[in-house]
């Protein structure tokens, strides 16, 4: 087992004051590793970052085109979203076609990341909901797969029809039998792989185009939905959208854990990161370090240098420092 790579610095005063550790590996379409830093095949869970995966049933059961959903629900279905209104009002009427209400879900209530979004609520003396859950969108396609399958109203058991299809394209996708799950955050199932494995997944995401079998439409669909649609992935002001909106075509997703995923459709291939400390701040930095090594990612571009060079400001905003990726990042790219 190789020992996670020093990816990430905190820079003040000229000194390296934090450092962060990690993995991470690239694929190609065939599944191959293209390059990997630390342990290739470390267990994980991808958390957020699998949601496109989760979501391969829903279209793939005809359950979406049944429901006539749109490319700006699906994006919302692989989204780990701020909470805003441009999240929960899609939401909201998502729930309302299907003939469901709030009570439905079982993500569980969040706070919105979106501070108009809380503030609101503060002045209104209301409580979040399910709604506003990050995960709301994915578990509306849940929901939605599960009146198309006819299951109960538990659709996030583990032994539920609707995660048993989850677990079938996970393993598919990541070519991989799953040695488990743990619980996510908003209660569903989240299914462990490899490293390579949740890099494998991306890189079929990156390569599949339509026409070319349900799995490979389905892909296709997400994929294009996610990048047409970045602010409902995630939000203004998230990695996640400022990254895509920065580049052409390439999909991206962060999950919790400091866990960060691409897809590359004109390289055809795809990414998995790790960080060990499990900070975001440094899975951030890493898949833009990656991103920009891989030649689809301008260094120069503001969304680029707000990652590669993130300023520390003190309370003041006067320049403090600043984290940036360590040189395994930054060297050795063709």
């Not at 429901?67 to 441009?86: D, E, P, V």
């Not at 003939?99 to 809380?118: F, K, V, W």
């Not at 939905?225 to 999909?251: K, N």
């Amino acid at each position: 087992m190789s020992q996670p790579v020093p990816m990430v610095d905190v820079i003040r005063g000229g000194f390296v004051e934090s450092r962060h550790a990690g993995h991470a590996v690239v694929c190609d379409a065939s599944g191959g590793v293209v390059r990997s830093w630390g342990d290739p095949d470390l267990t994980i869970f991808p958390r957020s970052s699998c949601k496109m995966i989760q979501a391969l049933p829903l279209i793939e059961s005809g359950a979406a085109e049944a429901a006539g959903l749109t490319s700006r629900q699906l994006a919302l279905s692989c989204a780990s979203h701020n909470g805003a209104a441009i999240h929960t009002g899609p939401v909201t009427e998502w729930l309302s076609a299907l003939g469901l209400t709030e009570s439905d879900l079982r993500c569980g209530p969040q706070e919105p990341a979106d501070i108009p979004a809380r503030d609101g609520l503060i002045r209104a003396g209301e409580s979040p909901c399910q709604i506003h859950n990050n995960c709301s969108g994915k578990h509306s396609g849940f929901l939605t797969l599960n009146r198309h399958l006819g299951g109960g109203p538990e659709y996030h058991e583990p032994d539920h029809p609707v995660q048993k299809a989850v677990l079938e394209a996970f393993e598919e996708a990541t070519g991989e039998t799953s040695p488990g799950y743990g619980i996510d955050g908003c209660s569903a199932p989240n299914f462990a792989t490899s490293l390579t494995g949740l890099a494998r997944a991306m890189a079929r995401f990156a390569a599949a185009r339509e026409g070319r079998g349900t799995r490979e439409s389905a892909m296709t669909r997400l994929r294009e939905a996610m990048v047409a649609h970045p602010e409902l992935v995630a939000g203004e002001g998230r990695a996640c959208t400022a990254l895509m909106r920065a580049m052409q075509g390439v999909a991206v997703k962060t999950g919790a854990e400091a866990v960060f995923v691409a897809m590359l459709p004109e390289q055809g291939l795809g990414v998995a990161v790790k960080i060990v400390d499990g900070a975001t701040r440094a899975s951030e930095t890493a898949i833009a370090a990656i991103l920009t090594g891989l030649g689809v990612l301008d260094p120069e571009h503001p969304a680029a240098q707000a990652l590669l060079a993130t300023p520390i400001l003190s309370r003041r905003g006067f320049s403090a420092g600043r984290i940036q990726p360590t040189e395994a990042l930054t060297t050795g790219w063709s």
